[in-house]
């Protein structure tokens, strides 16, 4: 079974930074993709970005265009999420998952098709993160 732990979640001040880690083990997918997901108390679960395994797609909801990167690496099983000048109402769980199908959760527009959440197969547990002064 595909396992996925998330990892540097904490508390940054507003216009901080901050590098989030999943590490993956166990895949029997060559094919997969990494999403970062997030959701805060009382509010709906949003898409962050995503990375294809191979790294050759790379996607990001508007909003963090131009502040958050994601990459990974193989080698090491792992994926990043390295989060610029955070603001407060991004404050939330952040979670990592995979979708054992790449083409059905990580692709260009994906983040405007609604929860894409639905068509990830493995979860994390979460790190929280919290943007305050």
């Known amino acids: 079974q595909v396992q996925l732990v998330e990892s540097g979640g904490g508390l940054v001040q507003p216009g901080g930074s901050l590098k989030l880690s999943c590490a993956v083990s166990?895949?029997?997918?060559?094919?997969?993709?990494i999403g970062w997901f997030r959701q805060a108390p009382g509010k709906k679960r949003e898409g962050v970005s995503c990375?294809?395994?191979?790294?050759?797609?790379?996607f990001y909801e508007d909003s963090v265009k131009g502040r958050f990167t994601i990459s990974g690496d193989n080698a090491k099983g792992t994926v990043w999420l390295e989060m610029n000048s955070l603001k407060v109402e991004e404050s939330a769980v952040y979670y990592c998952?995979?979708?054992?199908?790449?083409?059905?959760?990580?692709?260009?527009?994906?983040?405007?098709?609604?929860?894409?959440?639905?068509?990830?197969?493995?979860w994390g547990q979460g790190t929280q993160v919290d943007v305050s002064s």
């Open positions: 998952a995979a979708v054992l199908s790449a083409h059905k959760g990580c692709y260009s527009g994906a983040f405007y098709d609604g929860d894409l959440g639905d068509e990830y197969d493995v």
């Open positions: 166990g895949s029997t997918s060559d094919n997969y993709a």
């Open positions: 990375i294809w395994r191979t790294g050759s797609h790379r």
